[in-house]
T-cell receptor, first 112, second 114 residues
Framework: KAGVTQTPRYLIKTRGQQVTLSCSPI?????VSWYQQTPGQGLQFLFE???????NKGNFPGRFSGRQFSNSRSEMNVSTLELGDSALYLC???????????FGQGTRLTVV | GESVGLHLPTLSVQEGDNSIINCAYS??????FIWYKQESGKGPQFIID?????DKRQGQRVTVLLNKTVKHLSLQIAATQPGDSAVYFC?????????????FGQGTILTVHP
């Protein structure tokens, strides 16, 4: 059974640009959550999607957005990138509420 | 200003020893408590969870203890192996409408010496 796949693995972007990250969940998993991991703040919840609907959202500015497609694949978008957005972005999929979540390897975003 | 990196607690053990990793949680109303392991260059990996109405749960080589009186969670790893070296996170799931949201602790670095 394939795990959670995130693409790309690494990204370098310039301040002010926007970026789209992709996540393919484990087959059969309908819940996809996104997290930001930084040395300063640790792991922080961004948002969660289930059956193409955002069910929950963390305390991030509106520059951070996401969506989920009918096949459960999800994307997150960050617009007007800031240096502080440099982080490891992790996607996690689960069957239901997200307690036993399966994480991808993450996308390392560097904003210069 | 410049962000200050988290200074993670560290635990160093010898191979074969038992390890105990501790975590203090904040939300007494959390429904589930979970332990995750993150190896370098990888995403967190689920280890074990415990529901708030339980005190102890055992898995393969791991035991989680929950003390709700003092809001404390611990992960015991028996016969620790070099492959157990990683950062360990405790996480809380609040339940209710907290869909998909895990609140993670700062993490503990476990180093196992052969």
């Amino acid at each position: 059974k394939a795990g959670v796949t995130q693409t790309p693995r690494y990204l370098i972007k310039t301040r002010g640009q926007q970026v789209t990250l992709s996540c393919s969940p484990i087959s059969g998993h309908r819940s996809v959550s996104w997290y930001q991991q930084t040395p300063g703040q640790g792991l922080q919840f961004l948002f969660e999607y289930f059956s193409e609907t955002q069910r929950n959202k963390g305390n991030f500015p509106g520059r951070f957005s996401g969506r989920q497609f009918s096949n459960s694949r999800s994307e997150m978008n960050v617009s007007t990138l800031e240096l502080g957005d440099s982080a490891l972005y992790l996607c996690a999929s689960s069957v239901g509420q997200g307690i036993e979540a399966f994480f991808g390897q993450g996308t390392r975003l560097t904003v210069v | 200003g410049e962000s200050v990196g988290l200074h993670l607690p560290t635990l160093s053990v010898q191979e074969g020893d038992n390890s105990i990793i501790n975590c203090a949680y904040s939300n007494s109303a959390s429904d589930y408590f979970i332990w995750y392991k993150q190896e370098s260059g990888k995403g967190p990996q689920f280890i074990i969870d415990i529901r708030s109405n339980m005190d102890k749960r055992q898995g393969q080589r791991v035991t989680v203890l929950l003390n709700k009186t003092v809001k404390h969670l611990s992960l015991q790893i028996a016969a620790t192996q070099p492959g157990d070296s990683a950062v360990y996170f405790c996480a809380e799931y609040a339940g209710g409408t907290s869909y998909g949201k895990l609140t993670f602790g700062q993490g503990t670095i476990l180093t196992v010496h052969p």
